[in-house]
């Protein structure tokens, strides 16, 4: 299958900081990007979905100042939590598909993110 | 009513039973399924998809659809302690302009030995 990798794969920092993980194809070009949060023992909630070129599309509830969402090149998507806080702190995954909506997606490694 | 929902078990089967997952999906319009594995702290990983009503088998896996039901289901045979994980639903939906998978919230399987 197609490869994905995220990094950090975990990461711990202070309230009130920025923390950013990188979403990176490796061996096929993803126009589209999708970032998901999960918390403990829940499953994955869709935040957004990533463009290459323009902007992202985030789902209702989902702050788009907080979660700062950058496509720039077709391997490449990245995820800036914004002055994070405890609340924030989460397993966050990202996924590209490889062709058009019927094609699966691959995930990931994920990012777990305390914030402290 | 949720988009995609599973039973969040946990099911509990005994080594080398048959395992059955469940899954019914809101949008009468999606057209492709998925399952995905997932163990404790990792991200998930696909076991297997469907975008035709009935059968799909594949090794110890045999994934069910019923698009008139809105259903889908996955069989694991022979189940494995390595089997043990929780089990997510995927249903592709068209919203917003894009094909988006959404999750249901995943049935935990223990199989024991």
């Known amino acids: 299958g197609a490869v994905v990798s995220q990094h950090p794969s975990w990461v711990i920092c202070k309230s009130g900081t920025s923390v950013k993980i990188e979403c990176r194809s490796l061996?096929?070009?993803?126009?589209?990007m999708f970032w998901y949060r999960q918390f403990p023992k829940q499953s994955l909630m869709l935040m957004a979905t990533?463009?290459?070129?323009?902007?992202?599309?985030?789902e209702q509830g989902v702050e788009k100042d907080k979660f700062l969402i950058n496509h720039a090149s077709l391997t490449l998507s990245t995820l800036t939590v914004t002055s994070a806080h405890p609340e924030d702190s989460s397993f966050y995954i990202c996924s590209a598909r490889t062709g058009q909506g019927g094609t699966e997606a691959f995930f990931g490694q994920g990012t777990r993110l305390t914030v402290v | 009513q949720k988009e995609v929902e599973q039973n969040s078990g946990p099911l509990s089967v005994p080594e080398g039973a048959i395992a059955s997952l469940n899954c019914t999906y809101s949008?009468?319009?999606?057209?492709?399924f998925f399952w995905y594995r997932q163990y404790s702290g990792k991200s998930p990983e696909l076991i297997m998809f469907i975008y035709s009503n009935g059968d799909k088998e594949d090794g110890r896996f045999t994934a069910q659809l019923n698009k008139a039901s809105q259903y889908v289901s996955l069989l694991i045979r022979d189940s494995q302690p390595s089997d043990s994980a929780t089990y997510l639903c995927a249903v592709n939906m068209f919203s917003g302009g894009y094909n988006k998978l959404i999750f249901g919230a995943g049935t935990r399987l223990a199989v024991h030995p």
């Open positions: 949008d009468r319009g999606s057209q492709s």
């Open positions: 061996d096929f070009q993803a126009t589209t």
């Open positions: 990533s463009n290459e070129g323009s902007k992202a599309t985030y």
